[in-house]
């Protein structure tokens, strides 16, 4: 089945890319608008969260209880967050509501009422998620692992501290809202059953008023590395692991894409029989590929006890160290499969496909088709991958844990012999 795929960008900067998947009766979209926390002060930390919170109270002519209302009136399932890069809208709908749906959206970009009677409403939501972080030490350890492996502010995550989010007006939120709610560079992508020429239409006519803010400027610092501990009661001992790696648009992201997979996807990876399953180390053990615009990692965590941890970051280590001595052909094969089966089902899914296609185009600018990526899987080998963890071998990690007693760690990742 051919892709159906379209692109336009607006006098503003606006681009709307779109796939069609006729055979569906829903529509879904993802809106990414340039304001992510990178794009912070760093006193302001929390700023886009508390700003993404307020917007959704009402826009246009619609207060807080009426838009959530027409919302629901129109079967739509919404979501809103905030990254390093974006504040991020998105919902999935009848196809017949997505015209209504995006008026409300652009009501909500170009005209919100960022109402200062709820502003403390608001900054009480966004708290929740700081005191959450603190109850939750995986997420914590996570968050601190990205702040000390990447410069700052690209390490961030987007929830602030009590400390900033408590010191936050309402003229801060709607200066970061007409700052950074810019439509330069902004993506709309839109999946579904629709109809191009209707839908750009739509579009133009919802959102052809959107105005430009100021450019972004980011100031970033030399990340520092190496390994760091924070000490808390508890039995348990949570483990994180950063390295370099290339991000989404390298051509061979693929190669190390698939090489994390052999150490990570599924029951038959290497951490979950070689730390999980024969030595019983850890309750959850992953790796993962993590992707920046211009940047990239691989990021792995480990759940176990406090009597257990040091063995468990040697093992984990180790396991690191052995992947880049060189994969098999029976353990990419595997994981083969697994990825074309995943890409079979993003293609029956409007919100999977709508979120594809915008993270497509913010880091490669094109929608990568979905039989080039099937392709790209295809060639994948344990020679191919084996060339290139050969040529990338990390000299160095970056270490964090979190748990009663620190651990003892070497602070280069040995060469393999």
């Not at 998620?129 to 030490?137: F, G, K, Q, S």
């Amino acid at each position: 089945m051919s892709q159906k795929t379209y692109s336009h960008q607006f006098p503003s900067g606006l681009t709307l890319v779109a796939e069609e998947m006729d055979w569906l009766e829903s529509a879904a979209f993802a809106l990414l608008v340039p304001a992510g926390c990178a794009y912070e002060p760093a006193t302001r930390l929390g700023l886009g969260n508390l700003t993404c919170e307020m917007s959704q109270r009402g826009a246009g002519q619609r207060d807080s209880r009426q838009f959530l209302a027409d919302l629901e009136n129109l079967g739509a399932e919404m979501s809103a967050s905030v990254s390093i890069a974006h504040t991020s809208f998105g919902g999935s709908m009848p196809a017949e509501s997505l015209p209504q749906v995006l008026a409300l959206y652009g009501d909500l970009i170009q005209r919100p009422h960022l109402p200062e009677d709820q502003l403390e409403d608001a900054r009480l939501s966004v708290l929740q998620e700081v005191r959450a972080i603190e109850d939750d030490l995986a997420q914590k350890l996570m968050l601190t692992l990205r702040r000390r492996h990447y410069a700052e502010p690209w390490g961030r995550g987007p929830q602030g501290t009590e400390e900033t989010l408590g010191s936050l007006t309402i003229g801060d939120v709607r200066d970061h809202w007409q700052q950074r709610y810019s439509p330069q560079d902004a993506i709309l992508s839109v999946a579904g059953k629709i109809n191009w020429p209707v839908l750009l239409d739509h579009v133009a006519n919802s959102f052809g008023g959107w105005k430009a803010g100021q450019p972004a400027r980011v100031s970033e610092t030399t990340p520092p590395r190496g390994y760091h501990h924070e000490t808390v009661e508890s039995n348990q001992t949570h483990i994180g692991v950063a390295l370099d790696a290339v991000n989404y648009a390298h051509p061979d992201y693929f190669q190390i894409r698939g090489a994390v997979g052999v150490l990570s996807d599924g029951m038959s990876s290497r951490l979950f029989t070689e730390v999980r399953e024969k030595r019983g180390l850890v309750y959850t053990v992953y790796a993962t590929c993590h992707s920046l615009k211009d940047r990239g990692g691989i990021l792995a965590y480990a759940g176990t006890t406090a009597e257990r941890a040091q063995e468990t970051l040697d093992v984990l280590s180790a396991e690191i160290r052995r992947l880049y001595a060189g994969i098999t052909d029976d353990e990419i094969n595997r994981l083969k499969g697994r990825i074309k089966r995943a890409l079979i089902i993003q293609q029956e899914s409007s919100p999977s496909r709508a979120s594809s296609i915008a993270l497509d185009w913010y880091y490669l600018a094109r929608i990568r088709p979905l039989a080039e990526l099937s392709q790209i899987i295809d060639n994948l080998s344990a020679q191919s991958i084996n060339r290139y963890l050969a040529a990338n071998v990390p000299r160095e990690m970056t270490v964090c844990t979190v748990g009663p007693e620190p651990l003892v760690w070497l602070p280069t990742l040995p060469a393999s012999g």
